[in-house]
């Protein structure tokens, strides 16, 4: 190879190691980015800051280390093209640099016993320029391999449990690979020197950071990825702790509630045997012709009678009781509730689960449609059979977007008025499971409708 070619190679291969790792961040993002919209747009984004910016910082001559940090800072810039919260992308991009560094840390040792294994002799300058350019090829090669294989554990790692990336569990995750980044440049630094005009090599001087350096980069990598684990792990147990204390109260509510039904007849019964004294009483101020008296005494029983009324009639108990609340609640917040619920023959299915389902799917609807404007406000409830299923399906209205996560089920957005928050709905699919059901939601304009189809028979 000809010095002329050698320098063309030496563009060439600067222009595709940077498209490598341009690519290299961009697939490392591309899980993370949601699927709403075009996708492949907000990657071009990412991948399109990353080479303008390089193309940048090589005519600026920037210092080195400063690359990264202003990488980070334009992709947090861009951060709401991409549909990606700013924590997200902080973290996405230090985990890249981590990695990137470490493995390129650890691939240089490597390249260094490589060089040394390959015996340099006077040659031909085309065979020396040859070696060099094959040298160096071999190190990109190695390094991207292991670049990749090592972001994609970390996205694997990622993916498993969604986190929720508040400052706290931002600075903890962060905190190790922030370490090893300022560990690998001040390792880059010491690579190679130059003293009085002789070139001198750390691993030449010290032999044993030839192990020590690849060993320490590893364990800064390991660290960043134990800490995601570790992480995820203390998540999924909040969010187990907080599901059995949503179904515990929910549990409580409904016992609540069966023993409110309980009272309800029980009043009902005793106000049967009190109806012969009325009667008589009554009887007797009308033979009297106490009329003033009389229909002060039917007012009065109006009145006690009033709060013996099951306006809504299921045919369970639990969801007569469920159902009406949720009545009380509407006419409250003038909400036009509409309801075309009928219980399934007994036996079929347990009450409780039924009533689980319910209790979540209404009470989301009643809060999504207080944001609502009045006037606009509804619900709609039924519940039929169709031959050896049972369907229950709840719409509402709502104002705002639905974002719906990579679970299928509705997330937190950051806009105040977010139709619903999706709390109980993983509670509602995991009943439908039991019956080897399923929930289905679906968004049409301004409405949010949640369909649960259970099977009859098949309770696990």
Same mark, same amino acid.
């Given at each position: 190879?000809? @010095?002329?070619?050698?320098?063309?190679?030496?563009?060439?291969?600067?222009?595709? +190691?940077?498209?490598?790792? +341009?690519?290299?961040?961009?697939?490392?993002?591309?899980?993370?980015?949601?699927?709403?919209?075009?996708?492949?747009?907000?990657?071009?984004?990412?991948?399109?800051?990353?080479?303008?910016?390089?193309?940048?910082?090589?005519?600026?001559?920037?210092?080195?280390?400063?690359?990264?940090?202003?990488?980070?800072?334009? =992709?947090?810039?861009?951060?709401?093209?991409?549909?990606?919260?700013?924590?997200?992308?902080?973290?996405?991009?230090?985990?890249?640099?981590?990695?990137?560094?470490?493995?390129?840390?650890?691939?240089?040792?490597?390249?260094? &016993?490589?060089?040394?294994?390959?015996?340099?002799?006077?040659?031909?300058?085309?065979?020396?320029?040859?070696? *060099?350019?094959?040298?160096?090829?071999?190190?990109?090669?190695?390094?991207?391999?292991?670049?990749?294989?090592?972001?994609? *554990?970390?996205?694997?790692?990622?993916?498993?449990?969604?986190?929720?990336?508040?400052?706290?569990?931002?600075?903890?995750?962060?905190?190790?690979?922030?370490?090893?980044?300022? !560990?690998?440049?001040?390792?880059?630094?010491?690579?190679?020197?130059?003293?009085?005009?002789?070139?001198?090599?750390?691993?030449?001087?010290?032999?044993?950071?030839?192990?020590?350096?690849?060993?320490?980069?590893?364990? !800064?990598?390991?660290?960043?990825?134990?800490?995601?684990?570790?992480?995820?792990?203390?998540?999924? =147990?909040? @969010?187990?702790?907080?599901?059995?204390?949503?179904?515990?109260?929910?549990?409580?509510?409904?016992?609540?509630?069966?023993?409110?039904?309980?009272?309800?007849?029980?009043?009902?019964?005793?106000?049967?045997?009190?109806?012969?004294?009325? =009667?008589?009483?009554?009887?007797?101020?009308?033979?009297?012709?106490?009329? +003033?008296?009389?229909?002060?005494?039917?007012?009065?029983?109006?009145?006690?009678?009033?709060?013996?009324?099951?306006?809504?009639?299921?045919?369970?108990?639990?969801?007569?009781? &469920?159902?009406?609340?949720?009545?009380?609640?509407?006419?409250?917040?003038?909400?036009?509730?509409?309801?075309?619920?009928?219980?399934?023959?007994?036996?079929?299915?347990?009450?409780?689960?039924?009533?689980?389902?319910?209790?979540?799917?209404?009470?989301? *609807?009643? @809060?999504?449609?207080?944001?609502?404007?009045?006037?606009?406000?509804?619900?709609?409830?039924?519940?039929?059979?169709?031959?050896?299923?049972?369907?229950?399906?709840?719409?509402?209205?709502?104002?705002?977007?639905?974002? !719906?996560?990579?679970?299928?089920?509705?997330?937190?957005?950051?806009?105040?008025? +977010?139709?619903?928050?999706?709390?109980?709905?993983?509670?509602?699919?995991?009943?439908?499971?039991?019956?080897?059901?399923?929930?289905?939601?679906?968004?049409?304009?301004?409405?949010?409708?949640?369909?649960?189809? =259970?099977? @009859?028979?098949?309770?696990?």
């Amino acid at each position: 190879m000809s @010095e002329t070619g050698f320098r063309i190679f030496n563009s060439v291969f600067s222009a595709g +190691a940077e498209l490598t790792y +341009a690519v290299l961040l961009t697939a490392f993002f591309k899980p993370f980015i949601p699927s709403q919209g075009r996708k492949w747009r907000k990657l071009l984004i990412v991948f399109s800051v990353y080479i303008l910016f390089e193309i940048v910082c090589n005519r600026a001559a920037l210092p080195q280390g400063s690359f990264g940090l202003i990488l980070m800072a334009i =992709l947090l810039v861009v951060s709401k093209w991409i549909d990606l919260e700013k924590p997200s992308v902080f973290l996405l991009t230090l985990l890249y640099f981590n990695a990137r560094i470490s493995s390129g840390l650890m691939v240089q040792s490597l390249y260094f &016993i490589v060089e040394r294994s390959v015996p340099y002799r006077l040659e031909p300058p085309e065979a020396v320029f040859l070696r *060099a350019a094959l040298l160096v090829m071999l190190f990109l090669v190695s390094h991207a391999a292991m670049l990749a294989v090592m972001l994609y *554990a970390l996205q694997r790692q990622m993916r498993k449990q969604r986190m929720t990336l508040h400052c706290r569990e931002l600075c903890y995750l962060a905190l190790v690979p922030t370490a090893g980044i300022l !560990f690998g440049q001040v390792i880059s630094r010491l690579l190679v020197e130059f003293k009085d005009g002789v070139l001198l090599q750390l691993y030449e001087r010290h032999p044993a950071f030839l192990a020590v350096v690849p060993v320490l980069a590893l364990l !800064f990598y390991a660290g960043a990825y134990l800490t995601i684990a570790f992480q995820q792990g203390m998540a999924a =147990l909040r @969010e187990e702790q907080a599901t059995h204390y949503m179904e515990y109260q929910q549990t409580q509510t409904i016992r609540a509630r069966i023993h409110e039904a309980e009272q309800f007849y029980t009043r009902i019964r005793g106000l049967k045997h009190e109806m012969r004294s009325h =009667l008589t009483n009554i009887r007797g101020l009308a033979q009297s012709g106490e009329y +003033a008296s009389l229909e002060d005494y039917i007012s009065k029983m109006d009145e006690n009678m009033s709060g013996f009324e099951l306006t809504l009639q299921t045919g369970n108990p639990v969801t007569d009781v &469920i159902v009406n609340g949720i009545r009380r609640q509407s006419l409250d917040l003038g909400i036009r509730f509409q309801v075309e619920f009928h219980y399934p023959e007994p036996g079929a299915y347990d009450a409780f689960d039924v009533g689980i389902i319910l209790q979540n799917l209404l009470q989301n *609807a009643v @809060e999504a449609c207080g944001k609502v404007s009045e006037g606009e406000r509804f619900i709609v409830l039924t519940g039929k059979r169709k031959g050896r299923f049972f369907l229950i399906e709840v719409k509402n209205s709502f104002v705002g977007e639905v974002v !719906f996560g990579q679970d299928g089920l509705p997330v937190t957005t950051k806009q105040e008025d +977010a139709p619903m928050h999706g709390i109980g709905l993983a509670n509602v699919r995991r009943e439908a499971e039991k019956y080897m059901g399923e929930l289905e939601l679906k968004v049409d304009q301004q409405t949010f409708s949640a369909t649960v189809l =259970l099977q @009859e028979g098949s309770s696990l």
